[in-house]
């Protein structure tokens, strides 16, 4: 069992930066794949980023890509969303979540469905 808790929300103008972090519980935190989904309201949860067990690998939606950063600390069980160049389209819930043994592709580390637990998530808004 995981327990993630994420922290870092907030409201920011166009252009800004924030840093969302999520805190796991447990001793085998290293053990898992992380990511992180977005929703705004209305919309669909969607995949954002995800960094695998050991920080090595990273994929990003290419909504993103440029602007945010995911990375992990397995020594204090967090993992990280640097968050670049904010847009009003950013805005949305932002939830982490983490999957064992998950097979290292694209197509499956993109699939909301792929990730066993889930935060409470983060609201981020972007105003114009």
């Known amino acids: 069992q995981v327990q993630l808790v994420e922290s870092g929300g907030g409201l920011v103008q166009a252009g800004g930066s924030l840093r969302l972090s999520c805190a796991a519980s447990?001793?085998?935190?290293?053990?898992?794949?992380m990511a992180w989904f977005r929703q705004a309201p209305g919309k669909e949860r969607e995949f954002v980023a995800a960094i695998n067990w050991s920080g090595g690998a990273t994929y990003y939606a290419d909504s993103v890509k440029g602007r945010f950063t995911i990375s992990r600390d397995n020594a204090k069980n967090t993992v990280f969303l640097q968050m670049n160049n904010l847009k009003p389209e950013d805005t949305a819930v932002y939830y982490c979540?983490?999957?064992?043994?998950?097979?290292?592709?694209?197509?499956?580390?993109?699939?909301?469905?792929?990730?066993?637990?889930w935060g409470q998530g983060t609201q981020v808004t972007i105003s114009s």
């Open positions: 447990g001793r085998t935190f290293s053990t898992y794949a």
């Open positions: 979540a983490a999957t064992q043994g998950i097979r290292w592709r694209m197509v499956t580390v993109t699939t909301l469905t792929e990730y066993d637990y």
